[in-house]
């Protein structure tokens, strides 16, 4: 038997922080499971998702504002402790009859806040010995008034209300972030919160969820054949190594080699699944028609939409040669999932990475066991099921591949000649411990020739560009800045080892204003 790890959950409304998703890691990483939704779902969904707490996180609005964002009344009816944090701590006290002012004086970054003595929420959390924490905030609006019922239990130096709390009915609100690793303390406060005042227990454990999933998976696909596209991704084959521990040869894996993977992907993908862990693999080698496709095009749109419609077809091509295909397995994480849902308010940057459109193309049911799972969380899975820590702990990769890393017509000679000098990077990024220490991390080639001297010859050959980022969330990102010495090596390889490249440069752009990937 094993255990609900949904039976004991926090919900979190999103009222648009840029730390919303790391509030919800950070109670998963705890083992409680949570879900993000909305701060504007409806009661009903809050009243049926049944929680044992509710966070609501900060946000960028300002609840002085006419029509700003508010929570669901029932929140604070429906019986179970509540946090705010930021704007969640302010919307909380307007709605409950407090007063918010929009302050001349802000308060952005470090600060040391004073603990009050009555603090439940702060209970046995350490602090200094002058009853001090050392927090991180980001907030221009302060409660001036409370709501009734409710004690201040801490101020910052300036006599701001940092923290609020009604302990009798267990609404606690906080002005800084204990999600973010700036605020020492703050795993500490939200442990306390949501084991202490919540109730809830560590169930949420890559154990628990293994054999839950294992569980779910036989009863949905019985005796019917699954079918998976394997990327050679992360997601994609935990996805297989979960299906193929739960179904064994009732799952079918078809990898598609269209000429845009990296150096030797191919061949691992076969070593690893077909070889070692015994999956029935289908290997197909469609890199001329991937070619042949995208040949003349430039426009970075197009091509990723190309190259999604070949993987489709050759997918069900494929799937049409297994009798008993009733099910499509997918990669689908939960990020995507709430990208999906989205707040009506963003705009499309670029086509998503992930192939998509396979469901409606070949009209069967959908089987996404990682759905509930963060990146971080699929990563861990993948070893708890005996995938290769080189595997799971690998640099995104889109799924359109090298294609949308050679800027402009994509032609075979020229995903070759990425291709080798993005493994020189790679290579070298291992050798100097510095792969897991950046969080992505690749070469651009881009469509332009420049000078150069290999012999006392001139040539005029190709420009390449080294991107590598350092992120939590993949929303916002810094260019990593790394050793000079290692970027010359690195360069100098790529000179050297690469032919047609003449030029190696440095991408020292974030995001915002760039994005990760240059297409």
């Not at 006599?159 to 009604?166: R, Y």
Request: overall charge negative.
């Amino acid at each position: 038997m094993t255990a609900d790890i949904h039976a004991q959950r926090i919900l979190i409304l999103d009222f648009g922080s840029q730390y919303t998703q790391l509030i919800a890691r950070r109670v998963r990483e705890l083992g409680v499971y949570c879900e993000l939704h909305p701060y504007h779902v409806d009661e009903n969904v809050v009243r049926d998702f049944k929680p044992s707490g509710i966070i609501l996180s900060g946000g960028p609005e300002s609840v002085t504002q006419k029509k700003s964002p508010r929570a669901p009344a029932n929140v604070f009816t429906f019986g179970c402790p509540v946090l705010g944090i930021c704007y969640g701590m302010q919307t909380m006290a307007e709605q409950l009859g407090g007063k918010v002012s929009a302050g001349a004086q802000r308060e952005f970054g470090y600060a040391k806040i004073d603990i009050h003595a009555q603090s439940h929420l702060f209970k046995d959390i350490e602090k200094s010995a002058e009853n001090t924490l050392d927090v991180w905030m980001s907030h221009g609006d302060h409660v001036d008034q409370l709501p009734a019922q409710f004690i201040v239990s801490a101020t910052t130096g300036n006599d701001f209300i940092t923290a609020m709390e009604d302990a009798a009915r267990h609404f606690y609100g906080l002005q800084f972030h204990p999600e973010v690793s700036h605020t020492p303390q703050g795993i500490d406060i939200l442990k306390r919160f949501i084991f202490e005042i919540c109730g809830c227990k560590a169930l949420w454990t890559m154990k628990n969820i293994v054999d839950e999933s294992i569980q779910k998976i036989r009863t949905q696909v019985n005796n019917e054949h699954v079918i998976l596209g394997l990327s050679g991704g992360v997601d994609s084959s935990v996805v297989a190594a979960l299906l193929h521990k739960a179904i064994g040869k009732q799952l079918t894996c078809v990898f598609v080699d269209t000429g845009l993977l990296r150096l030797n992907e191919a061949k691992q993908v076969q070593t690893l699944f077909a070889e070692h862990l015994g999956v029935s693999l289908i290997t197909v080698d469609a890199q001329q028609r991937f070619f042949d496709e995208l040949k003349g095009v430039v426009d970075p749109e197009e091509k990723r939409k190309i190259i999604g419609r070949v993987f489709v077809e050759i997918f069900d091509e494929e799937s049409k040669k297994i009798k008993n295909v009733k099910w499509l397995a997918q990669g689908t994480i939960y990020p995507d999932v709430i990208e999906s849902a989205g707040t009506g308010k963003t705009h499309v940057i670029k086509s998503h990475h992930n192939v998509g459109g396979l469901p409606e193309k070949m009209h069967l049911k959908l089987l996404e066991p990682l759905r509930e799972l963060f990146k971080d969380e699929v990563r861990k899975l993948g070893v708890e099921l005996g995938l290769p820590k080189a595997l799971v702990n690998r640099h995104p990769f889109p799924g359109p591949g090298l294609g949308v890393r050679v800027l402009g017509e994509v032609k075979p000679d020229y995903v070759e000649t990425l291709r080798r000098a993005d493994a020189i990077l790679i290579d070298e990024l291992h050798k100097h411990d510095l792969y897991h220490a950046v969080s992505q991390a690749f070469v651009v080639f881009l469509p332009v020739k420049s000078v150069g001297v290999l012999g006392d010859a001139r040539h005029y050959d190709h420009v390449v560009a080294v991107r590598v980022v350092q992120t939590i969330d993949f929303m916002t990102a810094h260019w990593a800045h790394l050793p000079y010495a290692f970027l010359e090596k690195v360069s100098n390889r790529i000179i050297n080892e690469v032919p047609g490249i003449s030029r190696v440069t440095y991408d020292i752009s974030s995001k915002p204003p760039a994005t990760i990937e240059w297409e």
